[in-house]
């Protein structure tokens, strides 16, 4: 497995990644049919694409050499100095095989100026909290609820 750069040609593959992952974890938090919506509207082609170019930020994914397991996309604040990863999704049959470490790796090196990495999380997904707790982000708050009605728990790791 490595990780790479994300490109246009493998945002079929994230999307799917991404409807697989997010109907397994949060099916049981929203439903199903919340589900279809968010990951309609979060994880479109469209949507995706657009964070190819974004400017001071990285999409990367895990590749087996016969699909994606796992992506992840952040993005540095004007200064570089705090990073905010947005998305970091690991397959379930690819879970607890240390890829998400990896992918943490990779953003953190990606980001050599940074000194905070900030995420947010949904609170009842305890799996995501205790990883990311086991990778040295702490609990900092809750975000306020975006436009569909998530709310979220804030979590920062200070980088050295």
Same mark, same amino acid.
């Given at each position: 497995?490595?990780?790479?750069?994300?490109?246009?040609?493998?945002?079929?593959?994230?999307?799917?990644?991404?409807?697989?992952?997010?109907?397994?974890?949060?099916?049981?938090?929203?439903?199903?049919?919340?589900?279809?919506?968010?990951?309609?509207?979060?994880?479109?082609?469209?949507?995706?694409?657009?964070?190819?170019?974004?400017?001071?930020?990285?999409?990367?994914?895990?590749?087996? %050499?016969? =699909?994606?397991?796992?992506? /992840?996309? #952040?993005? !540095? $604040?004007?200064?570089?100095?705090?990073?905010?990863?947005?998305? *970091?999704?690991?397959?379930?049959?690819?879970?607890?095989?240390?890829?998400?470490?990896?992918?943490?790796?990779?953003?953190?090196?990606?980001?050599?100026?940074?000194?905070?990495?900030?995420?947010?999380?949904?609170?009842?997904?305890?799996?995501?909290?205790?990883?990311?707790?086991?990778? %040295?982000? =702490?609990?900092?708050?809750? /975000?306020? #609820?975006? !436009? $569909?009605?998530?709310?979220?728990?804030?979590?920062?790791?200070? *980088?050295?």
């Amino acid at each position: 497995m490595f990780v790479r750069s994300a490109g246009e040609r493998d945002l079929a593959a994230i999307h799917e990644l991404l409807v697989e992952t997010w109907h397994a974890t949060y099916d049981v938090i929203y439903g199903r049919e919340r589900v279809n919506e968010i990951t309609g509207e979060w994880h479109s082609i469209p949507a995706l694409k657009a964070r190819l170019t974004r400017p001071n930020s990285e999409f990367v994914v895990v590749d087996d %050499g016969e =699909r994606i397991c796992a992506m /992840a996309f #952040a993005a !540095a $604040t004007s200064d570089g100095k705090t990073v905010i990863l947005q998305q *970091l999704y690991v397959r379930t049959d690819c879970q607890r095989r240390g890829i998400g470490r990896m992918l943490l790796d990779e953003i953190e090196d990606c980001f050599p100026d940074a000194r905070l990495i900030r995420l947010e999380v949904e609170p009842a997904n305890a799996q995501a909290l205790a990883f990311y707790e086991a990778n %040295g982000f =702490r609990a900092i708050g809750d /975000a306020e #609820a975006d !436009a $569909t009605g998530v709310a979220s728990l804030l979590l920062e790791k200070h *980088l050295a």
